[in-house]
């Protein structure tokens, strides 16, 4: 074992690497676009699959979408756009024929991904594969999007890296220098930092032993996204409130059986953007069994505004590691003992980037947007907000104080505008302001929201109070050409218990609007607190429910059947919702495709309106069902007779529940809303 320790090779130089593009006569061109305008998206990666949904090619599309991707074989073949920050799009399959030049026309929905709502699980939470649960899922396909692209990078045409490395020696508190060498590197390469391979990795470890030294590998782009690494870990999602509040991590950790020296560690991710900033690792399986929690390395990454992805900075912390002798003359027996004295720091900085027409990539002459989102609905600041330059494929997020900072290598005059699903849901408009860009200047600019009652009273024209009332609007779209579809019947239809004759019998009442020219209508005067169906004939209905109290979770719901919860969407305090119809030129009405009974509801705390779940609902004292969390329940093949029936609700803690209600027997469905009061 020898007393020095040093980094991979590719922390202290630039690395240089040469790979071959087949020749290839298949071809496949086209442009990104959005799915709902047709304006192009902007800079993205569009991949190239096979059949087996494997990556045949992938390629930087143009400000203008426009791509090019070559196959080297004939066959049939899918297109996926993927962008950081926003689901992925794959195409219908096509067949690429021999010599054929395929042009085509990719359509992407520009849906943001929203990493705030991805949840730490319990202690049963390590996976084999990141994409096996949900919460790894959606972390770990934001990262692939980084790795992938910085892969891809290192297999472009070279570009000019100035780096500054070095290799410092510090004692254990990591204040005092002991030794340091340093140098600057100038030359052409394809990506300033590169692993070891994989095959290497796997067959001797992370922490390999030479003859002189002993090196500490990191892993690369390249490894993190190979299959072997993956199958070898295990994946979990964890976060930290102290050190990085604002960012989500994908932490990895090696199987119990892998007897190698491995490292575990953590892809940390912004969590408004979705771009991957740093790779923390630790090393297990240390020489000697020493142990130190400063030994081991970081990677951060960095998008250029072109869209590629490098890395920027790198870092190695190896132990340095003497023998300790100790005794006593007397005896003379030695006791020797091997121990950490102090730690190699060995890494990287990227200072410049430049082509080889020597057009400056990074650090680019950048303009800067600074400003905050402030919603007038809820009197404070608007989180996860996209603020994007119109034109430009530029774009940034508000965190949780509402602030953005967006940064272009752009000049002159452009708007900004931002977008939110908030926005989306009550009809409103983007908002727009006119910058003017200088670069190496900063330049703030504010948006202020609507509150939403205001837009709610402007629509319907309410006076005042906007106190037990709800409101819907929308647009209807024809399926086949999704143009819009005026002159259409649009109905909210509801159910109450009235009094006939002294019995309590359900009663639907329904309001009707029809569509103007744009297709857009508005249903206004709507119950609060009731289960809702928005419908129209030849398009699938919406289930919502507008909560009583203040502030609680507006539940939506398309094409709901009996028995599925309601689909839980953002946190709102505003009673105005958007639903969108697509008219599919056939009569869909799911009413009548309904050919069994069916009992639901919706059971609620009476003072606070606060759903209430675990709520046992009786049918006659034979059927019965429970309520789910958003307090709605399902009663199905429901065995209510013709004439007097009793429902009755209860739960620990609450006042029994009782009603009476008389059915002709000819009804395939009853809805109530039931209030319980606490003992």
Excluded at 293 to 299: A, W
Excluded at 307 to 336: F, K, L
Excluded at 411 to 430: H, N, R
Aim: net charge negative.
């Amino acid at each position: 074992m020898s007393g020095r320790s040093s980094a991979i090779v590719a922390a202290v130089a630039l690395w240089v690497a040469v790979s071959a593009s087949p020749l290839s006569s298949q071809i496949v061109t086209g442009q990104v676009v959005d799915s709902i305008s047709g304006t192009p998206v902007g800079i993205g990666f569009v991949v190239l699959l096979d059949n087996q949904d494997r990556e045949v090619a992938r390629t930087l599309s143009e400000s203008d979408g426009l791509f090019r991707l070559a196959a080297q074989d004939p066959g049939l073949y899918r297109l996926r756009s993927e962008r950081i920050g926003y689901a992925a799009t794959t195409s219908s399959p096509f067949l690429l024929e021999e010599g054929q030049i395929s042009e085509h026309t990719l359509r992407v929905r520009a849906q943001a991904i929203v990493l705030a709502t991805v949840e730490v699980q319990g202690e049963d939470r390590c996976h084999t594969n990141p994409e096996e649960a949900e919460e790894t899922g959606l972390v770990w396909q934001e990262i692939r999007k980084a790795l992938a692209a910085t892969a891809w990078d290192s297999t472009q045409e070279l570009a000019r890296y100035k780096a500054y490395g070095y290799r410092r020696t510090m004692d254990l508190s990591g204040r005092n220098i002991i030794s340091e060498e340093s140098s600057l590197t100038d030359g052409y390469a394809r990506q300033p930092f590169a692993s070891i391979s994989v095959d290497a990795l796997l067959e001797e470890g992370f922490i390999v032993p030479r003859t002189d030294e002993t090196w500490y590998n990191l892993p690369d782009a390249a490894v993190l996204q190979d299959d072997r690494f993956l199958a070898a870990h295990c994946f979990f999602v964890v976060r930290d409130s102290v050190e990085r509040s604002d960012q989500i991590g994908l932490a990895f950790e090696p199987m119990s059986e892998r007897g190698l020296p491995d490292v575990r560690g953590v892809l940390w991710l912004d969590e408004a953007t979705s771009e991957l900033r740093v790779l923390e690792v630790t090393f297990t399986k240390l020489p000697h069994r020493v142990e130190h929690d400063r030994v081991g390395g970081t990677i951060e990454f960095l998008m250029l505004p072109s869209g590629a992805w490098i890395v920027s900075r790198w870092q190695v912390r190896s132990p340095v590691i003497r023998v300790r002798t100790g005794g006593t003359r007397e005896t003379g027996d030695r006791d020797v003992r091997l121990g950490i004295i102090g730690l190699y720091y060995t890494g990287g900085d990227v200072l410049e980037i430049t082509t080889r027409d020597r057009a400056t990539l990074y650090p680019p002459g950048l303009s800067h947007l600074t400003g905050f989102v402030y919603d007038s609905s809820k009197a404070g600041p608007l989180a996860g907000a996209t603020i994007s330059i119109e034109d430009t494929p530029f774009w940034g997020s508000s965190d949780g104080r509402g602030a953005f900072h967006l940064t272009a290598p752009i000049e002159g005059q452009y708007t900004a505008t931002l977008t939110d699903q908030w926005l989306d849901s009550i009809g409103v408009a983007p908002p727009n302001i006119d910058i003017e860009f200088v670069p190496g200047d900063t330049v703030s600019a504010s948006f202020v929201l609507p509150h939403a009652d205001s837009v709610a009273q402007r629509n319907c024209a309410y006076e005042s109070s906007l106190n037990g009332r709800a409101t819907v609007i929308g647009r209807v779209r024809a399926g086949s050409s999704g143009q819009p579809s005026s002159g259409t019947s649009i109905s909210a239809h509801w159910q109450s218990l009235q009094t006939d004759s002294d019995r309590w019998v359900p009663r639907e009442s329904q309001r009707t609007v029809r569509t103007d020219g744009s297709g857009s209508y508005v249903l206004c005067d709507l119950p609060v607190g009731v289960p809702l169906t928005i419908d129209v004939d030849g398009a699938r209905p919406a289930n919502i429910v507008f909560p009583r109290h203040v502030g609680g979770h507006l539940l939506l719901a398309r094409a709901r059947e009996p028995g599925e919860p309601y689909t839980r969407n953002f946190r709102t305090s505003h009673r105005t919702w958007k639903v969108d119809l697509l008219l599919t030129g056939s009569s869909v009405s799911q009413r009548s495709a309904e050919t069994r009974h069916v009992l639901s509801g919706y059971v609620t705390e009476n003072l606070t309106g606060r759903p209430l779940s675990g709520v046992t609902i009786l049918l006659n004292n034979a059927d019965s069902a429970v309520t789910r969390i958003d307090g709605t329940f399902d009663l199905i093949d429901a065995a209510w007779v013709s004439g007097n029936n009793v429902v009755a609700a209860s739960r620990n803690g609450f006042q029994i529940w009782t009603q009476e209600i008389w059915l002709t027997g000819d009804e395939t469905r009853v809805e109530l809303t039931v209030q319980l009061q606490q003992l």
